[in-house]
Nanobody, 127 residues
Framework: QLQLVESGGGLVQPGRSLRLSCVTSGFTLDRYAIGWFRQAPGKEREGVSCISSSVENTYYKDSVKGRFTISRDNAKNTVYLQMNSLSAEDTAVYYC????????????????????WGQGTQVTVSS
């Protein structure tokens, strides 16, 4: 059974960093595109970043470009989201999502594009 489990969230001061992990099981990670999403209270879920399967293209929401970095370690079945220079606007529940892709180099920042989701990890940025 395909599973995604996020971890690494927590409470952090503005300007600090966190690294989120998305550990996957039940499927061959290198055949899947992975996206990171977040949802703040009272707001819709939004795409933050994604990474393609075989060809490692990455995409970012404009507001996180230069601060967040997505990467994957297929041998460890894990995708990471390194988040630097965090601000209160980054406070949200962060989710990872997966979609099998038959064509490399593709991923998306639309939640509707993904098939499987993790349960989320809370990130709170506050002094």
């Amino acid at each position: 059974q395909l599973q995604l489990v996020e971890s690494g969230g927590g409470l952090v001061q503005p300007g600090r960093s966190l690294r989120l992990s998305c550990v996957t099981s039940g499927f061959t990670l290198d055949r899947y595109a992975i996206g990171w999403f977040r949802q703040a209270p009272g707001k819709e879920r939004e795409g933050v970043s994604c990474i393609s399967s075989s060809v490692e293209n990455t995409y970012y929401k404009d507001s996180v470009k230069g601060r967040f970095t997505i990467s994957r370690d297929n041998a460890k079945n894990t995708v990471y989201l390194q988040m630097n220079s965090l601000s209160a606007e980054d406070t949200a529940v962060y989710y990872c999502a997966a979609r099998r892709t038959t064509v490399g180099g593709i991923c998306g920042l639309s939640s509707a594009w993904y098939d499987s989701w993790g349960q989320g990890t809370q990130v709170t940025v506050s002094s």
